[in-house]
T-cell receptor, first 114, second 117 residues
Framework: AQTVTQSQPEMSVQEAETVTLSCTYD???????LFWYKQPPSRQMILVIR??????QNATENRFSVNFQKAAKSFSLKISDSQLGDAAMYFC???????????FGKGTRLHILP | DTGVSQDPRHKITKRGQNVTFRCDPI?????LYWYRQTLGQGPEFLTY????????KSRLLSDRFSAERPKGSFSTLEIQRTEQGDSAMYLC???????????????FGAGSRLTVL
């Protein structure tokens, strides 16, 4: 069965600095999708960034970028120029191309220090 | 479009009672998912629908749980004879999928928090 592991339950970063959240996953599939979702306190989960496994180029969305290492099954999220509004739970997630459900990690709570 | 709506946002009930949650997805979305999220954990898949058809149910979904999407629009999740272990956030999400699922990006609602006393 596929699993997603986020080894950092909590992290803190100074405002305007850069932080990297780690994620590893286990799968025997070759075609899949990876996601980072953000869940602010008491608010709904929103998609931050996604990566198709067949693409070698790392996805980027403004201040958010990923480091996708397919052989190592690693998918880290880098947040540049951290802002107070980035404070949230961040979930790494996986979906096999042959499946319809997304599997989530346990999350990393990110604190932004002013 | 106001996104995915869930009601109620918070439900407190006594053990043994039945509860029902409602989810209104984005109107043009054909897929609807239910997830459960307990404290300190990521969301766990429960079930999903394509239009009105329930296509998959997790083993987490015991016989006390039932979900419906009668007209392919809103969905309900009912929990019968609630137990304290059912206390969790129940998340609904929807997506639009044609043919091959592609990335199948989910749009989540704010969740319905259940507290069983």
């Amino acid at each position: 069965a596929q699993t997603v592991t986020q080894s950092q339950p909590e992290m803190s970063v100074q405002e305007a600095e850069t932080v990297t959240l780690s994620c590893t996953y286990d799968t025997s599939e070759s075609d899949y999708y990876l996601f980072w979702y953000k869940q602010p306190p008491s608010r709904q989960m929103i998609l931050v960034i996604r990566q198709e496994a067949y693409k070698q180029q790392n996805a980027t969305e403004n201040r958010f970028s990923v480091n996708f290492q397919k052989a190592a099954k690693s998918f880290s999220l880098k947040i540049s120029d951290s802002q107070l509004g980035d404070a949230a739970m961040y979930f790494c997630a996986y979906r096999s191309a042959g499946d319809d459900k997304i599997i989530f990690g346990k999350g990393t709570r990110l604190h932004i220090l002013p | 479009d106001t996104g995915v709506s869930q009601d109620p946002r918070h439900k407190i009930t006594k053990r043994g009672q039945n509860v029902t949650f409602r989810c209104d997805p984005i109107s043009e979305h054909n897929r609807l998912y239910w997830y459960r999220q307990t404290l300190g954990q990521g969301p766990e898949f429960l079930t999903y629908f394509q239009n009105e058809a329930q296509l998959e149910k997790s083993r987490l979904l015991s016989d006390r749980f039932s979900a419906e999407r009668p007209k392919g629009s809103f969905s309900t999740l009912e929990i019968q004879r609630t137990e304290q272990g059912d206390s969790a956030m129940y998340l609904c999400a929807s997506s639009l999928v044609w043919g091959a699922a592609g990335a199948n990006v989910l749009t989540f609602g704010a969740g319905s928090r259940l507290t069983v006393l």
